[in-house]
Structures are given as structure tokens and as C-alpha cells.
């Protein structure tokens, strides 16, 4: 059973704070791992991903990927309001056709 | 084109009615899914295309549901028979290849009424 978990939230950070989205998954076999930001009404937009163990950062935004523990997880510094929005996690595994699996989603708000 | 474009935005239709959904991808990139996304919850795989060919179909609910992609560019979700079940935001993807990140559509909203 391939998995992808997230806690729903809603997560909520003053504005400037570092925001911590978390997300662990099931199939040890995973190999990229991919985070989307979706606004209310729109649909999922590509933030980041990453494939090796490790941090890789891109402006505000670091990806952290364990894959002994079977986590990833997103941090977003200086928080902005901008930033208010549900953050998917996705997970593909590199030894099969196997597409996207996606979590429920962790809503984050971005207090002013 | 410059993004994944889908028709139609919104569409309302009786429950048992055939309703088809859209999906243009961009151009080049080889690789469409479609999932689709009920409120709350994150996108759901319906059935993915390398080139013409379904190359997973795993996640179609059941044999109402069906898509092609005839030409390796535009692909067409079919839906027999809907029912209040089938709401949901129907979202297209395209990507340059499998283990590529996704490029999504503005996706159709399906409700049936």
C-alpha cells in the first residue's frame, strides 16, 4: 500500500516565522519527492523537489529529505501572508510506472 | 501551448448523463495524468499516458470511466453514466517524462446533480 501522510493542520506562524510542513511515506522504495502549493480555488503548483538525502534550498523554501526515517518535510522562512495556502506532498517511486501519489494536503495560514 | 489547458472550466450535468473532459497538455511534453481532487483532499491518480498509450490505468474507479489519447497530445476523459459520486475537480497533468515534476491544469469541476 503505497502512502503519503500529512497532518491536515490548519498550521498557523506569525508572519516572519519559519513554517515546518511535515510528511512521511510508506514505500521504502520511493525515490523523488516533490512539494505543491495549491490556493483555494486553483490547482497545485510545483514548489520544489528533491531526490537525495539531505537539504536542498531554493529562496525561502528548503526541502529536508531522510530516507531512513521515510520523511521529507518543507520549511518556509519568513512566512508571508502570500504564503497562505494547503501544501501537497507527492511521492513517485522509481521502480515502476507508478505516477504521483499525493497526501491529503497541510493548510497553512500565515497570521499578519 | 504555454500551459496545460482544460475544457470545459465548469460543468454541471444529471446524474446517468455521458459527459467528456478535455485536457491539452504542452507541447512536448510526452507524459498526461489525470487525477482528480474532492474537497479536503489531495489529487487522487485516475490513469496516466506515455505517448498514446495508456500505460497505467490502475486508479479508474470503475468502467464508467474511460480516456484516450489518440494522437499523443490531447487526451479525453470519458464518464458514462455519472452519478453525485463523480463531483469533484477533475485535474490534468503533463510532464517531460515519468519522475519529472507535473504541470497542472486549471481543472474542470464536475458536478452532478
Known amino acids: 500500500q503505497k502512502e503519503v501522510e500529512q497532518n491536515s493542520g490548519p498550521l498557523s506562524v506569525p508572519e516572519g516565522a519559519i513554517a515546518s510542513l511535515n510528511c512521511t511515506y510508506s514505500?521504502?522504495?520511493?525515490?523523488?519527492f516533490f512539494w505543491y502549493r495549491q490556493y483555494s480555488g486553483k490547482s497545485p503548483e510545483l514548489i520544489m523537489f528533491?531526490?537525495?538525502?539531505g537539504d536542498k534550498e531554493d529562496g525561502r523554501f528548503t526541502a529536508q529529505l531522510n530516507k531512513a526515517s521515510q520523511y521529507v518535510s518543507l520549511l518556509i522562512r519568513d512566512s508571508q501572508p502570500s504564503d497562505s495556502a494547503t501544501y501537497l506532498c507527492?511521492?513517485?517511486?522509481?521502480?515502476?510506472?507508478?505516477?504521483?501519489?499525493f497526501g491529503k494536503g497541510t493548510r497553512l495560514s500565515v497570521i499578519a | 501551448g504555454a500551459g496545460v489547458s482544460q475544457t470545459p472550466s465548469n460543468k454541471v450535468t444529471e446524474k446517468g448523463k455521458y459527459v467528456e473532459l478535455r485536457c491539452d497538455p504542452i507541447?512536448?511534453?510526452?507524459?498526461l495524468y489525470w487525477y482528480r481532487q474532492s474537497l479536503g483532499q489531495g489529487p487522487e491518480f485516475l490513469i496516466y499516458?506515455?505517448?498514446?498509450?495508456?500505460a497505467d490505468d490502475s486508479g479508474l474507479p470503475n468502467d464508467r470511466f474511460f480516456a484516450v489519447r489518440p494522437e499523443g497530445s490531447v487526451s479525453t476523459l470519458k464518464i458514462q453514466r455519472t452519478e453525485r459520486g463523480d463531483s469533484a475537480v477533475y485535474l490534468c497533468?503533463?510532464?517531460?517524462?515519468w519522475g519529472e515534476g507535473y504541470t497542472f491544469g486549471s481543472g474542470t469541476r464536475l458536478t452532478v446533480v
Open positions: 497533468a503533463s510532464s517531460l517524462g
Open positions: 514505500d521504502r522504495g520511493s525515490q523523488s
Open positions: 528533491i531526490y537525495s538525502n
Open positions: 507527492a511521492v513517485n517511486i522509481f521502480s515502476g510506472n507508478t505516477p504521483l501519489v
Open positions: 507541447s512536448g511534453h510526452t507524459a
Open positions: 499516458f506515455q505517448g498514446t498509450g495508456a
